[in-house]
């Protein structure tokens, strides 16, 4: 992967020009990752996504800055040059660098661990944690709804959908129009199951 060290210039960078930057970054780091569902889309399109909810709802850069990276940490450690949060930090600064580590799953714990712990550390967070990590969950609730990883039974996609409520709980208060949208995806996931009931 090709190097996009620009710490001496982020003093002068625009706002965008950052923002395209961190999703260049997430693009080459996700270039070969597919999303579990179905339509096997393409991994960056949920960071943009992210990223894009972060931004129509008013977060801080921060949070959408990290919205775009959130998963490089998690999904490269298996790369010939995994992204560390050392990386992060040269490129996008200690700031990002945060709320990045704030919102990446410790993944030499068993999965139910790293749920738990989720749900457990949600209302510990900073603001723009807590607003990444509800961003990543509408995210992902549109996606198990629309288009869920194979082998996914009904049953499978419910609990996801009640536990990504329980982790959504410790999330809310900091920006009522994320807490909206979240309400309204989770009610919209729950109706789109219970058709297929």
Known sequence: MDTIAIPDTARTETPAARVLRAAT???RVHATHKRKGASAEPYVNHVLEVAAILAAHGAPEE?????LLHDTVEDSDKDPEPITHERLVMEFGEVVA???AEATDD???PKEV???LQVKHASKKTDAAKML???DKISNLRAIAASPPAGWDHARRLEYIGWAGRVAAGLRGVNPAL???FD????DAVARLAQEA
Do not use: E, M, N
Request: without cysteine; hydrophobic residues 60%.
């Open 25 to 27: 970054f997430a693009a």
């Open 63 to 67: 949070a959408i800055l990290a919205g």
């Open 98 to 100: 945060g709320v990045v």
């Open 107 to 109: 993944k030499t714990l």
């Open 114 to 116: 790293r749920k738990a």
């Open 133 to 135: 990590k509800l961003a």
């Open 179 to 181: 807490d909206a949208l």
């Open 184 to 187: 309204a995806t989770y009610r």
